[in-house]
């Protein structure tokens, strides 16, 4: 069984930054891709920013040259560099680990951008 804890989130003003972690337990999490999904009130939760077990990034097009993803297996954990906040990147934010066909998610952490 595999937990994720996620923190970091908060109150920032648009063109702070923040920056999310994700802890993981068990043993899996450096054969595993990692990424961080995001849910907005009204809305669907859309990915945000993944990682595959080998490094590989991707991200979402409303998000790209402003936040970075990155991992460290010696810690089992995966991080969120978010820059250049905007009002609509409000949202829970939350942390997913894929292995096989196994999907874990974190409990969630808010973040919130004022104009």
């Known amino acids: 069984q595999v937990q994720l804890v996620e923190s970091g989130g908060g109150l920032v003003q648009a063109g702070g930054s923040l920056r999310l972690s994700c802890a993981a337990s068990?043993?899996?999490?450096?054969?595993?891709?990692m990424g961080w999904y995001r849910q907005a009130p009204g809305k669907q939760r859309e990915l945000v920013a993944a990682?595959?077990?080998?490094?590989?990034?991707n991200y979402a097009d409303s998000v790209k040259g402003r936040f970075t993803i990155s991992r460290d297996n010696a810690k089992n954990t995966v991080y969120l560099q978010m820059n250049s906040l905007k009002p609509e990147d409000t949202a829970v934010y939350y942390c997913?680990?894929?292995?096989?066909?196994?999907?874990?998610w974190g409990q969630g952490t808010q973040v919130t951008v004022s104009s």
């Open positions: 997913n680990l894929r292995w096989q066909v196994v999907a874990y």
């Open positions: 068990g043993s899996i999490f450096s054969i595993s891709s």
């Open positions: 990682i595959t077990s080998g490094g590989s990034t």
